[in-house]
């Protein structure tokens, strides 16, 4: 059965639309509950769920829609508020919760929503559960209703942030401190907007915090990973050692260095790969990334000893990878970064704590750490589309992309896919002249926008 609710992180959609409506979203609560009350090895009598949301206004309907839903199968419910994606996935088993449920739609807008389903092990559900409850979802759940004895009940859960906070501080190495460092750290106006704060300050950073007065709306607006002009700006005005943006949901980071550049999700694998491997901790001298890192990821890994796996884009398949042959760093360019000895998913907190370990373990700067790494230039085009096709039935896609693979052959690379998250298709090209790279993405982005939009 071919997924239709979920895609590459979740279920997500706009608000109060296909899949996102109430209705929905009520049955995907049932589903799940179904699943959780047949599992002969859950943890509780009355399976228990623990959800957590960013500060999106339609996270309340959400939330009341999945709580009925799981509650009208016998299933308890502790709501824990705004709470980082990350914090969900460590609370699940802290809590030893059945399973865990983030209401997020990440990086996106305020009029879009998701659902993102943890485990009991503190890890994203496999596609395989994915198509199960996809398939309840499409029957009638009424002859699996708990009994009216039986109906779950619901509780607020008031200390959640603390758990998190000190679980995040922990993946700071005990001898070091912040003190004397001045942090630029910008929430998104999203779910960290309380705890990351409190996370550096806690550790004795000066912190300067942007997006942290969420009003329903501006989630993500012109705040955030996705906008670190912002942080740069300000890094740059306090003169501060780094900036630190998260993005909506907190589960990454993208990180800007005391001259006002930009350090993404490669530059931060970059500098914990290597400092990893100085320590011997690197293990099988592997570091897993996505087919969107820049190719001059490769490059430095390679001079240095360190293989670099690939992965299909999305955090959930790093993770995959990184499990099946234990590796224990990977992420992605746009900041989901996996420490998994610390956590089971992308943390953009955890993940900004380590590069500062570096800084402090070895007394560089994050400018002098972000030299380390050259990139190749990089192209990538984002293309609205209404309608998905197999590309290889577009008309012309197949001679345009050979053609540009054979001028591209041994110095660059083309990448094409459909976006799992927005209605959008992305054309990657990468090369050694911008000119050149820029021309060609151009090309296949006029022919798929001219067929799909």
Known sequence: MAKKLFGTDGIRGTANQFPMTPDIVLKVGQAMGHLLMKNPARRNSHPKVVIGKDTRLSGYMVELALTSGLNSMGVHVELLGPLPTPGIGFVTRNMRADAGIVISASHNAYMDNG????????????????????????????????????IGRSKRIDDADGRYIVYAKNAFPLEFTLEGMRIVLDCANGASY???????????????????????????DKAGALYPARTAEAVLQYRADVGISLDGDADRVVMVDDKGRVVNGDHILAIAALHLKSRGTLRANTVVATQMSNFGLD?????????????????????????????????????????????TTGDGSVAALNVLAVMKATGQTLSELNEKMDDVPQVLINTRVRRREELSKIKGYTELTNEIEKSLAGKGRLFVRFSGTEPLIRVLVEGPDRTEISKYAEQIASLLEKELA
Request: charged share 25%.
């Open 299 to 343: 490059k430095l890994m390679n001079e240095n000893g360190i293989k670099v796996v690939r992965t299909d884009v999305g955090d959930k398949y790093v993770v995959e990878e990184m499990r099946r042959n234990d590796y224990c760093l990977g992420g992605e360019q746009s900041g989901h970064i996996i420490f998994l000895d610390q956590s």
């Open 194 to 220: 309380k705890v990351a704060p409190a996370i550096f300050q806690e550790l004795g950073a000066e912190v300067i915090v942007l997006g942290n007065a969420p009003n329903g709306f501006n989630i993500n």
């Open 115 to 150: 659902i993102k389903i943890f485990g009991a092990d503190g890890y994203k559900i496999p596609d395989t559960m994915e198509r199960e409850i996809e398939a309840l979802v499409a029957t009638d759940m009424t002859p699996f209703l708990a009994g009216s004895n039986d």
